[in-house]
C-alpha cells in the first residue's frame, strides 16, 4: 500500500535561484518515511529507549523537475522489498502528476553498539521477504 505525505514548500527550502535546494529532497522523503512508520503505529521513541533505530543504508536517487516556492508536493512511500532487518521504499516527490524526484531508499534496524536487529512486527509483514 502506497502512503502518501502532503507537504509544501518553504522560501527556506529554496537556493538563490528560487528551486529546492537538493538536499532538501532527502528532508521531504525523510518526513514521508516518519510519518508512514508513525501511522502504522511504531513508537521510534519506545525504539529508542530499547537502543534501537532505523539508520538509511543506502539512497538512490534521481532529480527529474524543480520544485519552487510554495508548491504543494506530495511525497508517495511504497515498501517493495523487506529482509530480517533491512527495508527497501520506493519514494516518489509529486507536483500534480508531475514526478520530481524519486529514490530507491534501504533502511536497517539496529539496535544497541550499531548491531543489525529485526525489523518491528508492523513493518517486517509488509512485502514478501527479497
Not at 522560501?11 to 532538501?24: K, Q, S
Not at 532529480?63 to 508517495?76: G, I, N, Q, S, T
Not at 529514490?103 to 534496524?109: N, Q, S
Request: glycine share 10%.
Amino acid at each position: 500500500m502506497t502512503h502518501r505525505f502532503d507537504t509544501r514548500v518553504f522560501y527556506e527550502d529554496t537556493d538563490m535561484a528560487g528551486i529546492v535546494y537538493h538536499a532538501n529532497y532527502l528532508k521531504f522523503i525523510e518526513r514521508a518515511r516518519s510519518d508512514w512508520v508513525a501511522g502504522l503505529g511504531i513508537d521510534q521513541r519506545a525504539m529508542l529507549a530499547r537502543g534501537e533505530v532505523f539508520a538509511v543504508h543506502r539512497i538512490e536517487a534521481a532529480f527529474h523537475l524543480p520544485a519552487r516556492f510554495d508548491d504543494r508536493l506530495v511525497v508517495e512511500s511504497l515498501a517493495v522489498q523487506a529482509g530480517a532487518a533491512r527495508l527497501v521504499l520506493d519514494q516518489r516527490v509529486l507536483r500534480g502528476e508531475a514526478c520530481l524526484f524519486d529514490a530507491r531508499v534501504t533502511l536497517v534496524c539496529l539496535g544497541p553498539g550499531g548491531r543489525p536487529r529485526r525489523l518491528p512486527a508492523g513493518l517486517a509483514g509488509l512485502v514478501p521477504p527479497g
